[in-house]
């Protein structure tokens, strides 16, 4: 991971600032995180050794409510990563009209290559040496890469011993019987199919004559390739971090995830009931997906996956970025000038902080919605800011992440600017801001 990530982050800013009168004392606010911390775990093997893990917690911004954000287990976590996905979360938050900041958290470590038994132990410690910096209204924990439900209901459980009080808002993304919610799990997935739901018939695509691609084929993008599959789309090619497959007449998603969930391994088959047949494919690399001629490219696994290396060898007409910062800032220069349309990861990835949304609330009221009202109320949101940030781009003719970016900026400049800027304590007034929808 570059150690210049976060600044790379940063200057996606830029184009944006040209579109929104924001003072200066926000964008000074903005340019660096609020908190980061690095702690030390310490984490006792089944084979009774004792090995130190490096963990991060960062609340970039906390203006608009307390911190929000995932924590991923990876062996390549570095602080200046975490530091990046905190920042795209301020903007995702702001994006979505959440009454939340953006965080992110961390651990540098192998989750495969750990016990289960080990993995609640890092869990937990990880938890017993960030309590004091998280909670309810402070910031708020939710799963990530190589992190899932049972992973957040221990690190829930060992803030509510730590507290001595059944703390269930402090973490999103848990299991059900531990307060919540449902449709968390495919949240991500089902926010981005809204995104592109409705943005079809303004890219004049019809799902059936509509090809894609998706690199990942994980939490996210397994869930996104079938929701796709069953509303027609053709999905002509997945991957995993092994590599993917591809079939010019489309792949049937349905037999091949329940294929890798029992062999955990990636094949192009058709299953009646449990006899698996393998169909007709090509192997390829994560690297020839990306390149591959097609209506839709959905990077869905790790950042930095679309660079100046490999920009041009992208021929898809449309880009929606389910993972975190899959396209660097000099790719997205030709992206756009090539004409290719990218739809960004603070709008289109933002379902799964939205539903972590709604759980956190109905963990404060004690009151759990029915799946049909998650997916009513996520869709309405989704959609509404995916409609807000098409207009926003055509009105003053930059990009979608451009015009995303000047619809978080907005929101954010009115919050930090209420509390005070130069020009109020010098002028005494408060800097009118562009109009934005709220």
Same mark, same amino acid.
């Given at each position: ?89 301020? @903007?995702?938050? *702001?994006?979505?009209? &959440?009454?939340?900041?953006? !965080? $992110?958290? =961390?651990?540098? /470590? ?106 990942? @084929?994980?939490? *996210?993008?397994?869930? &996104?390739?079938?929701?796709? !599959? $069953?509303? =027609?789309?053709? /999905? ?106 990218? @739809? ?16 956190? /609330? ?77």
């Amino acid at each position: 991971m570059s150690d210049s990530l976060l600044v790379d982050a940063g200057t996606r800013l830029q184009a944006a600032m040209k579109h929104v009168s924001i003072s200066e004392d926000a964008i000074a606010r903005l340019k660096h995180p609020k908190m980061s911390l690095s702690v030390s775990i310490p984490v006792r093997m089944d084979d009774g050794s004792l090995t130190i893990v490096q963990g991060y917690r960062v609340r970039y911004d906390d203006t608009r409510g307390p911190g929000k954000g995932g924590v991923r287990y990876h062996p390549n976590v570095t602080l200046d990563e975490v530091q990046s996905l905190a920042f795209w979360m301020t @903007f995702k938050c *702001a994006v979505l009209n &959440l009454p939340f900041g953006g !965080a $992110k958290g =961390g651990v540098t /470590v192998n989750p495969k290559a750990l016990s289960k038994l080990e993995l609640e132990r890092l869990s937990r410690g990880y938890i017993d040496a960030i309590a004091d910096f998280i909670g309810p209204d402070v910031d708020i924990l939710a799963p990530d890469v190589y992190t899932n439900a049972m992973i957040m209901g221990w690190m829930m459980d060992q803030y509510s011993i730590i507290r001595r009080q059944i703390s269930p808002a402090v973490v999103t993304g848990k299991p059900i019987t531990m307060g919540g919610s449902v449709g968390r799990d495919v949240a991500t997935a089902t926010g981005a199919y809204f995104v592109i739901e409705s943005m079809a018939p303004k890219l004049d695509l019809i799902p059936q004559y509509t090809t894609i691609a998706i690199q990942g @084929f994980g939490k *996210a993008g397994a869930v &996104l390739a079938e929701l796709l !599959a $069953k509303a =027609g789309y053709k /999905v002509v090619a997945i991957s995993d971090s092994q590599g993917g497959i591809y079939a010019k007449k489309g792949l049937d998603i349905p037999s091949i995830r329940r294929y890798k969930m029992s062999s955990q391994s990636l094949q192009a088959v058709y299953c009646q009931d449990t006899v698996c047949n393998i169909v007709e494919h090509e192997q390829l690399t994560n690297a020839e997906l990306l390149a591959l001629d097609v209506d839709i490219l959905i990077p869905a696994a790790l950042e930095n996956q679309i660079t100046q290396e490999n920009v041009n060898d992208v021929r898809a007409r449309y880009i929606f970025e389910v993972a975190n910062g899959p396209i660097n800032s000099e790719a997205d220069k030709v992206l756009d000038s090539k004409g290719i349309l990218v @739809f960004p990861d603070i709008l289109v990835n933002a379902g799964g902080v939205t539903v972590s949304y709604f759980e956190w /609330v109905q963990n404060r009221s004690g009151l759990y919605w029915k799946m049909a009202k998650v997916h009513e109320n996520l869709k309405q949101k989704m959609v509404e800011e995916s409609q807000y940030i098409w207009s926003i781009a055509k009105e003053l003719a930059v990009s979608l992440r451009t015009a995303a970016y000047v619809h978080a900026l907005n929101r954010l400049g009115e919050a930090l600017n209420a509390k005070g800027t130069r020009d109020y304590y010098v002028n005494g007034r408060i800097p009118a801001l562009n109009s934005s929808p709220n």
